[in-house]
């Protein structure tokens, strides 16, 4: 994600190749709907609260083929829907996410524009909407993989979700427990060529990138079998922002703007 700046300074390339030298499980990507994968950033959140089981009922509805969800995990173990570390931004209450109980989190109220009461849902619900639905771009904040792959494989979602890894030893943690997850990252700033790229990819075993926009780069991307997502979401994105970014090649775009993507992919593109 844009907002998240860490991401691009990731240091993953410095991990040892042999240490995942048995790791050799190159997973599918979940079916999509489109040529051109539409992701609804944090749900579709211009009627709906970002991250709430409405703005991803809203995702589902306007055919968008990823919801991308953020998760974090409470005092007490729950996992739960919310970006930012703290409950300040977006709802009624205050203080870390991580120093509340489940039981804290769920009296909170979402803040809205359309005045309907909304509340931060658990990871197990998002999975219930999401079923048969529309896949799940997961932006692996901070929880446990353990607990996050049972509650996935509790409901029947194996080959729904992407991973996003946003810490160095969350790529290990994901392998050794749920070898067959498809993953994304960014790459690190060091890696600018198409050696750098297949070491990095010698290393770690991911199915996309994100942040890439150079010409050669993202050539070399496609030639050695990796996805490109990029981020585009923005308060001026729109179709002339669209064309340009598709012209390069890439394979996915995250919006906040996913009806009119959707929209525009199939008048335009496919």
């Given at each position: 994600?844009?907002?998240?700046?860490?991401?691009?300074?990731?240091?993953l390339?410095?991990v040892?190749?042999?240490a995942?030298?048995?790791?050799?499980v190159?997973?599918a990507?979940?079916?999509?709907?489109?040529?051109t994968?539409?992701?609804?950033?944090?749900?579709?959140?211009?009627?709906?609260?970002?991250?709430?089981?409405a703005s991803t009922?809203?995702?589902?509805?306007?055919g968008?083929?990823?919801?991308?969800?953020?998760?974090?995990t409470?005092?007490?173990g729950?996992?739960?829907?919310l970006?930012?570390?703290k409950v300040?931004?977006?709802?009624?209450?205050?203080?870390?996410?991580?120093?509340m109980?489940?039981q804290?989190?769920?009296?909170?109220?979402?803040?809205n524009r359309?005045?309907?009461?909304?509340?931060?849902?658990?990871?197990?619900e998002?999975l219930?909407?999401?079923?048969?639905?529309?896949?799940?771009?997961?932006?692996?904040?901070?929880?446990?993989?353990?607990e996050?792959?049972?509650?996935?494989?509790?409901?029947?979602?194996?080959?729904?979700?992407?991973?996003?890894?946003?810490?160095?030893?969350?790529?290990?943690?994901?392998?050794?427990?749920a070898?067959?997850?498809?993953l994304?990252?960014?790459l690190?700033?060091?890696?600018?060529?198409?050696?750098?790229?297949?070491a990095?990819?010698?290393?770690?075993?991911?199915q996309?990138?994100?942040?890439?926009?150079e010409?050669t780069?993202l050539k070399?991307?496609?030639?050695?079998?990796?996805?490109?997502?990029?981020?585009?979401q923005?308060?001026?994105?729109?179709?002339?922002?669209?064309?340009?970014?598709l012209?390069?090649?890439?394979q996915?775009?995250?919006?906040?703007?996913?009806?009119?993507?959707?929209?525009y992919?199939?008048?335009n593109?496919?």
């Amino acid at each position: 994600m844009k907002l998240f700046v860490t991401k691009a300074s990731l240091l993953l390339a410095c991990v040892a190749p042999a240490a995942f030298a048995q790791h050799s499980v190159h997973p599918a990507l979940p079916h999509s709907k489109h040529k051109t994968v539409v992701i609804a950033h944090r749900g579709n959140h211009v009627n709906a609260p970002e991250n709430t089981l409405a703005s991803t009922r809203e995702a589902i509805n306007c055919g968008a083929d990823y919801v991308e969800v953020d998760l974090r995990t409470t005092k007490d173990g729950h996992l739960v829907a919310l970006h930012d570390a703290k409950v300040d931004r977006t709802t009624n209450g205050m203080g870390k996410v991580a120093d509340m109980t489940w039981q804290e989190v769920e009296e909170l109220q979402v803040f809205n524009r359309n005045k309907k009461t909304h509340r931060i849902p658990e990871f197990r619900e998002v999975l219930a909407l999401c079923k048969g639905k529309i896949n799940i771009y997961l932006d692996f904040k901070d929880a446990d993989v353990a607990e996050t792959w049972k509650e996935i494989k509790v409901a029947g979602m194996e080959h729904q979700v992407v991973v996003y890894l946003n810490k160095e030893e969350q790529y290990k943690k994901w392998k050794e427990i749920a070898p067959g997850v498809p993953l994304m990252t960014s790459l690190p700033k060091e890696v600018t060529n198409k050696e750098q790229l297949a070491a990095f990819l010698g290393q770690m075993h991911i199915q996309v990138v994100d942040n890439i926009v150079e010409p050669t780069l993202l050539k070399a991307a496609h030639e050695l079998g990796i996805s490109v997502w990029l981020d585009v979401q923005s308060p001026t994105e729109g179709p002339a922002s669209w064309n340009e970014v598709l012209h390069k090649g890439v394979q996915g775009l995250q919006t906040d703007k996913p009806a009119e993507m959707v929209s525009y992919l199939m008048k335009n593109v496919q």
